[in-house]
């Protein structure tokens, strides 16, 4: 696609309830990225893939955060038992691959009531 | 990466060059800086980035010290649209991989 998409835009869940939130990277992009982003602070990292792999997680804050790539093209970002605290902007970007230049999507604001 | 320093916020008349300062006194020899801005419920846009020699496209200019210990990001003539949080990162380049963005600076450009 001609930017990076990521759906949905908003979402409001309440505490304890499982959240998906999809990216779909720019066509030819290899590296994928989510980052996390609360008010105020500038975007946290969270993973990165290269391909269909995980290539560094070291920024999920915990067991409850977990993203995939089956197919080296979308990204899925799973958040089990969501927590108040989780509320935040959720960033996707994407790179060829060993470029250091990022394509940010518009991001998924989620809401833990 | 190294650590970037930035001040939190600054103001720019509209139609005069906005100068946003980033220190990074830490960065190594194989590391590049990049500047990104943020818009308003938008994901953060890449603007430019350089090693030790000025830098110039559509956008900005990127000014880097010969010392490489900051730099200085230049929009020549600020709109209204440039208000944005401006982040500068320092990386490898051509080394994927996570890139680590302070809080930025917060540019308001007024009429």
């Known amino acids: 696609g001609a930017g990076v998409s990521q759906t949905p835009s908003n979402k409001v869940t309440e505490k304890g309830k499982y959240v998906e939130l999809r990216c779909d990277p720019i066509?030819?992009?290899?590296?994928l990225y989510w980052y996390r982003q609360s008010l105020g602070q500038g975007p946290e990292f969270l993973i990165y893939?290269?391909?269909?792999?995980?290539?560094?997680d070291s920024g999920l804050p915990n067991d409850r955060f977990f993203a995939v790539r089956p197919e080296g093209s979308v990204s899925t970002l799973k958040i089990q038992r969501t927590e108040r605290g989780d509320s935040a902007v959720y960033l996707c970007?994407?790179?060829?691959?060993?470029?250091?230049?990022?394509?940010f999507g518009a991001g998924s604001r989620l809401t833990v009531l | 990466d190294a650590k970037t320093t930035q001040p939190t916020s600054m103001d720019c008349a509209e139609g005069r060059a906005a100068n946003l300062p980033c220190n990074h006194s830490?960065?190594?020899?194989?590391?590049?800086v990049y500047w990104y801005r943020q818009i308003h419920s938008q994901g953060p846009q890449y603007i430019i980035h350089?090693?030790?020699n000025n830098e110039t496209n559509e956008m900005a200019s990127l000014i880097i010290t010969e010392d490489r210990k900051s730099s200085t990001l230049i929009l020549p003539h600020a709109t209204l649209r440039d208000t944005a949080v401006y982040y500068c990162?320092?990386?490898?380049?051509?080394?994927?991989?996570?890139?680590?963005f302070g809080d930025g600076t917060t540019l308001t450009v007024k009429p």
């Open positions: 990162i320092v990386r490898p380049r051509g080394n994927a991989g996570k890139s680590t």
């Open positions: 893939f290269q391909g269909t792999g995980a290539a560094d």
């Open positions: 830490t960065i190594s020899g194989n590391e590049y």
């Open positions: 970007a994407s790179s060829f691959s060993g470029a250091n230049v990022l394509t």
């Open positions: 350089g090693l030790k």
């Open positions: 066509s030819g992009h290899t590296a």
